[in-house]
């Protein structure tokens, strides 16, 4: 189970690590968006010293409409785990995006009150 912690406007950001094709770790905080179907997105700029495998795109529906996503093939660490995922890239992304497909295997528990917020 990993902690948490919420920003200034009650976003749910949680720690994770990068790990590049060489192998390095580059701890990043990621904010959870449900509204975003997938495992990770990332600013593709960002993908330059990740070195991550491009494995095609898709085209995929936000906020501003359509865009289409590079995917590339990444490696992370969450809850003490690694986890080999698809991770999409876009121009407009201005945070590394955790989406809703970490709540069908890991249990998220939110409490602004209490201040606690876990995933895992």
């Known amino acids: 189970m990993i902690q948490g912690k919420f920003g200034e406007k009650g976003q749910l950001f949680f720690e994770i ?16 968006d ?12 960002d993908l330059d010293s990740l070195d991550w495998f491009y494995i095609g795109k898709e085209t995929l529906r936000t906020a501003q409409g359509e865009t ?15 986890f080999e995922i698809p991770v999409y890239a876009g121009d407009e992304i201005t945070e590394f995006l955790l989406g809703s497909e970490w709540l069908k295997i890991l249990p998220l528990v ?7 917020l876990t995933l895992g």
């Open 17 to 32: 690590d990068l790990i590049t094709n060489d192998g390095l770790n580059l701890p990043v905080d990621a904010m959870l």
């Open 110 to 116: 939110v409490n602004y009150q209490a201040g606690i």
């Open 34 to 45: 449900t509204g975003f179907t997938g495992f990770l997105a990332i600013n593709k700029q």
């Open 68 to 82: 289409l996503f590079k995917i590339y093939l990444g490696k992370l660490i969450l809850n003490e785990q690694e």
